[in-house]
C-alpha cells in the first residue's frame, strides 16, 4: 500500500497524477470578447461540444414590451445539448432556454417591473452576461428563492402545465397518469396535480419508485414504466374505470380525443379519458 501525504491520486496510464493549481494560461480557456462587447455561448455547427465558445453579440435598443435581464443563473437543459451538437431541427435556435436574473432595463409598454428586479423564466440566447426577453416570459423571483432554484423551474413545470390544465383541463377530484413520473417534466407534473387535487397515477423506473414517493405519490399508484404491467394494476385501483388525464412524455406517440374510454392506435394505453401527449417546449 502506498503511503503519501496526498489526500486524492489517480493512477491513468501507469502515471500517477496528484491534483495541483497551475497557471490558467497552460489550461485551454474561454477567450472573452472585449468588456464592452454582449456575448454568448454558440456552439461552431462542426456537432462537437468542445467547440462552443463565446461571440461577440451586438446589444441593440429595446422594442416595446422587452426586458433586459443581467443573467445570474441559466437552467441546462437536453435541448442545448442538441443545439451545441448540431442536431437540433431548427438551426437559428440558441441555447440557454431558461434562467434567473436581474432586470436592467425595460422597454416601452412593460408593466409589473422595474430596474433592480428579480426576474426568471424562458430565455433566449441565456448563456451570457445578458439576455432580451419577452416582458410577457418572465416573473419575479419568490421570496426566498435563490437564482439557482427559479432558473431550474420554467422549462419543467410550464410544460407540465401546459399538459396538464391547457390542454387537458385536469379538475380537482380527477385522475390523471403521469409517464415518466421521475423525470423532470414528470416531477413537476405530479407536484402540480397533486397542487389541484388531482389522484397521480405514476409510471417510473423501479429505481425510481423512491422520487415519486417522496412527492407524494403512494407506492400502490406507481408501476413500472418498463413494461405494460401498469394498466392491469391501474384498472383495479380504478375499479375497472378509466383515468381523466395522461400525459405522457414519450416522444412519436399520436393520440386521439373519443368520449369516454378510448382505444389508442399507438402504445399501449387503450382505458384512458383523453389522453394527450406532452407538448415538449423545445
Avoid at 44 to 54: C, I, K, N
Avoid at 119 to 138: I, Q
Avoid at 143 to 171: H, I
Avoid at 191 to 198: E, K, T
Amino acid at each position: 500500500m502506498l503511503s503519501v501525504d496526498e489526500p486524492q491520486l489517480a493512477l491513468r496510464d501507469g502515471v500517477l497524477w496528484a491534483p495541483r493549481l497551475v497557471r490558467a494560461s497552460s489550461l485551454p480557456v474561454l477567450t472573452l470578447p472585449d468588456e464592452d462587447q454582449h456575448w454568448r455561448l454558440e456552439g461552431s455547427g462542426r456537432g462537437a461540444l468542445e467547440d462552443v465558445a463565446p461571440v461577440a453579440v451586438t446589444l441593440s435598443a429595446l422594442a416595446p414590451g422587452e426586458v433586459r435581464v443581467g443573467v445570474r443563473v441559466t437552467g441546462v437543459n437536453f435541448r442545448d445539448v442538441l443545439i451545441a451538437l448540431g442536431s437540433y431541427p431548427d438551426a437559428t435556435a440558441l441555447m440557454g432556454s431558461e434562467g434567473a436574473g436581474v432586470v436592467l432595463e425595460v422597454g416601452s409598454g412593460v408593466e409589473g417591473l422595474m430596474v433592480g428586479d428579480r426576474v426568471f423564466g424562458l430565455f433566449d440566447g441565456g448563456f451570457g452576461p445578458v439576455t432580451v426577453v419577452d416582458r410577457r416570459l418572465v416573473a419575479r423571483v419568490p421570496v426566498g428563492w435563490s437564482f439557482a432554484q427559479a432558473a431550474s423551474v420554467p422549462m419543467a413545470f410550464l410544460t407540465a402545465y401546459y399538459g396538464l390544465v391547457d390542454l387537458g383541463g385536469l379538475q380537482s377530484g380527477e385522475s390523471v397518469l403521469v409517464h415518466a413520473a421521475a423525470g423532470g417534466v414528470g416531477m413537476a407534473a405530479v407536484q402540480l396535480a397533486r397542487y389541484f387535487g388531482a389522484e397521480v397515477f405514476a409510471t417510473a423506473s423501479v429505481s425510481k419508485w423512491p422520487v415519486v414517493e417522496g412527492l407524494g405519490v403512494p407506492r400502490e399508484r406507481i408501476a413500472s414504466s418498463r413494461d405494460l404491467l401498469f394498466e392491469d394494476a391501474f384498472r383495479e385501483r380504478l375499479d375497472g374505470g378509466c383515468v381523466d388525464v395522461v400525459l405522457n412524455a414519450l416522444a412519436g406517440s399520436t393520440s386521439t380525443r373519443v368520449p369516454g374510454c378510448w382505444v389508442r392506435v399507438v402504445g399501449s394505453w387503450r382505458w384512458a379519458r383523453p389522453i394527450f401527449v406532452m407538448p415538449a417546449l423545445l
